[in-house]
């Protein structure tokens, strides 16, 4: 059974930093490209990062470049977040979710349960 | 930036009917389009992708059609476990800035 289980979340003061991990089992980490998603309390999806099967190419929402760095490491299908500067509004769950081989055609067809990040003082 | 639009925001129906969903874009697309569904309390699921062909395990009563601005999700027989919240996401853009609707709340009428 394919399985993504992220972990990582917590509470964090804003300004502060956390990294989230999204672990990975039952098909093969390194052909597909990997993403993750945010929803906030009640809110809808939103789309934060998408990542490459090789790594070598990463894109950002716009809400989140140059704050969020999304990382993977094949060797041990493990997909990764460093979420920078964090504030409020960023208060989510976050979800690891795995897309195709081709980054062109890059659906979500598995998805993590997802782990919560509360941003608060 | 592609604006999803979903319509409408909340659809009553009763079981055994059929649901029709809307998704609109606000920049033509060909069809990379998919369509998902979350349950309470649940991760979403992928319905339909390529905006017409469904994933697998997911029900034939699940159909998705559409092209370019216009999308539709329709579920043929309303099933219990079919009441939830449905998402389309456009993953047409490059480089990557993929956009979801708002959302459709289906529930039990």
């Known amino acids: 059974d394919v399985q993504l289980v992220e972990s990582g979340g917590g509470l964090v003061e804003p300004g502060g930093s956390l990294r989230l991990s999204c672990g990975t089992s039952g098909f093969n980490f390194g052909d597909h490209t990997m993403n993750w998603v945010r929803q906030a309390p009640g809110k809808g999806l939103e789309w934060v990062s998408s990542i490459s099967s090789s790594g070598s190419y990463v894109y950002y929402g716009d809400s989140f470049r140059g704050r969020f760095t999304t990382s993977r490491d094949n060797a041990n299908s493990s997909l990764y977040l460093q979420m920078n500067n964090l504030r409020e509004e960023d208060t989510a769950v976050f979800y690891c979710?795995?897309?195709?081989?081709?980054?062109?055609?890059?659906?979500?067809?598995?998805w993590g349960q997802g782990t919560l990040v509360t941003v608060s003082s | 930036e592609i604006v999803m639009t979903q319509s409408p925001a909340t659809l009553s129906v009763s079981p055994g009917e059929r649901a029709t969903l809307s998704c609109r874009a606000s920049?033509?697309?060909?069809?990379?389009l998919a369509w998902y569904q979350q349950k309470p309390g649940q991760a979403p699921r992928l319905l339909i992708y390529?905006?017409?062909t469904r994933a697998t395990g997911v029900p034939a009563r699940f159909s998705g059609t559409g092209f370019g601005t216009e999308f539709t999700l329709t579920i043929s027989s309303l099933q219990p476990e079919d009441f939830a919240v449905y998402y389309c996401q456009q993953y047409n853009t490059w480089p990557p800035k993929y956009t979801f609707g708002q959302g459709t709340r289906l529930e039990i009428k």
């Open positions: 920049q033509g697309f060909s069809t990379k």
């Open positions: 390529g905006a017409s």
């Open positions: 979710a795995r897309g195709p081989q081709h980054m062109d055609e890059n659906f979500f067809d598995a």
